[in-house]
Structures are given as structure tokens and as C-alpha cells.
């Protein structure tokens, strides 16, 4: 019996160890094959950070009304502003129209009163009418004592018309005799000659 006590205490030592094995075998594969794939959070996952894409270039080249011309460093003032504030294109020529209707309308304005000036010359009573050739005549004399500048200076501001200055230049070139009188780019004293002519004795 002691053979067969020690072959059943063998036997139930072997049943023991391999239910212990058995177990073991479980534990380990609860812990390692068997255990769940570990999935990261959203938060827990990383990602690569992307480069931002480059912004696509807006063209800010606007157009104009016929005939106006906005000023060339405004433009250019403005162009950078709207490039900083990312202004759409559409957004940014709607700004433009209005910057060009305000100049087309000042434009007309002026253009009205320069037409205005010329008209009040013509219907001067002393001046003007039949008398309006003759003494426009005698009042380009006083031009011609001054630089070519003089006469763009006059037709680019419309000041030629004003009522202002053609009877300035008439009473100038009435004041310049026609024996007095020396064309553009001879020497003239007229200081001299008008002098002579209000101080002289009488």
C-alpha cells in the first residue's frame, strides 16, 4: 500500500502540481495573452502637428471709372491695410467705388465751377460782352511776363477763368504800353515803366 499510498500521494501530488500549473497557465494568460487591447483615448493620441497652408495670395488690383485717377500712395496705403485685415476682393473694390465716386464727384464739382467762373466773365458789364475779346487781348500781356509754369498753373486749376484773376491781368496789361511792352524772354524793366507812369509828375 505504501507503494500504491505513495504512487496516490504521488498521483495527487502530480494532479496538484498540474492544477496548479493549470492555474498558473491561467493567471498568465488572463495577464498577458488574453488582456485586451489597449486603446488610446482621443485626447491620449498623438498626432502630428500640420503645417498651416500658406494663404492664397489676393490680388488687389481694382479698376476705376473712366477718368479717375485715385491718389498713387493712398492706394498703396490702402492696399497694405487690406492685405493685413485679409479684406476679400469683392469687400475691398466696393471700398474702392466709393473712394472713386467721391473723387468723380468732386472732379464735376470743380469742373461746374471753373464753367461758372468763365460764364461770370462773359456777363461782366465792364469786361465782358463785346468788350470780352479786346480785354482778354490786353490781359494775356500779363501772362507773358511770367514762366510757361504760369499758364499751366492757370488751365490745370481752372484759375485762368476766375473773375478774379482775368481782371488782375487785364489791369496789368492795360498798365504795360504798347510801346513798353517786350514779348517772353526779353529783358522788361517794368517796375520802372509802371512807376514812372503812377509817380510821375503831373
Given amino acids: ?9 504521488t498521483t495527487a501530488a502530480g494532479e496538484q502540481g ?3 500549473g493549470q492555474t498558473a497557465t491561467e493567471a498568465t494568460s488572463l495577464l498577458t495573452q488574453n488582456e485586451p487591447a489597449k486603446t488610446e483615448t482621443p485626447d491620449a493620441q498623438k498626432t ?5 497652408k500658406p494663404a492664397e495670395e489676393v490680388d488687389y488690383t481694382f479698376e476705376l471709372p473712366e477718368g479717375v485717377e485715385l491718389d498713387a500712395k493712398s492706394m498703396d496705403e490702402f492696399k497694405a491695410m487690406a492685405k493685413e485685415l485679409k479684406l476679400p476682393k469683392e469687400a475691398a473694390q466696393k471700398m474702392v467705388d466709393l473712394a472713386a465716386q467721391r473723387e468723380q464727384s468732386r472732379i464735376e464739382t470743380h469742373a461746374k465751377t471753373v464753367a461758372d467762373w468763365a ?10 460782352g463785346d468788350k470780352l475779346a479786346a480785354n482778354l487781348a490786353v490781359a494775356r500781356k500779363a501772362l507773358e511776363l511770367g514762366p510757361p509754369e504760369l499758364k499751366d498753373l492757370l488751365n490745370a486749376s481752372g484759375l485762368g477763368n476766375h473773375p478774379a484773376v482775368v481782371k488782375w491781368a487785364l489791369a496789368v496789361g492795360k498798365a504795360l504800353s504798347e510801346d513798353n ?22
Fill in 119 to 128: 460764364e461770370s466773365v462773359k456777363a461782366d458789364k465792364e469786361i465782358g
Fill in 181 to 202: 511792352f517786350v514779348p517772353a524772354g526779353n529783358p522788361v524793366d517794368v517796375q520802372g515803366s509802371i512807376a514812372s507812369r503812377l509817380y510821375s509828375a503831373t
Fill in 48 to 52: 502630428e502637428p500640420q503645417a498651416e
Fill in 1 to 9: 500500500m505504501t507503494d500504491a499510498a505513495t504512487g496516490q500521494e
Fill in 18 to 20: 498540474s492544477a496548479d
